[in-house]
């Protein structure tokens, strides 16, 4: 898949729930994180992704007790109801919080192998 080898990190399975904020159209979707890195996350959402590539969006997420909201622009688009994000903009603290707890997510996968 395309999309894989172009990664610089490598993506890990989580379910979240999250909020899509769409800049553009100054609205809001509902889904799921189902992977997740520190430079980008898929979203499952509970209804079709009404915008295409390239456009600006936040995403909130809450995970092991951490609240993110971050800046990001829509990479991919795998399906109506699946979209890729790229986070842009990070700050040092949010990038810090993200690579902690993914380092938890790989932790817990490999304890569970």
Sequence with gaps: MLHAERRHESRRPVDTGAVIYLIDLAAMKH?????????GCRIRTDQRFPLGVFRRVETEFRLEGLPFRLAGVTQAIYDPRSVGIRFLD???RKREQLVML?????AVTHAVK
């Design 90 to 92: 990070m700050s040092e």
């Design 31 to 39: 889904g799921r994180i189902v992977d997740l890195s520190l430079s």
């Design 102 to 106: 993914i380092e938890e997510i790989e």
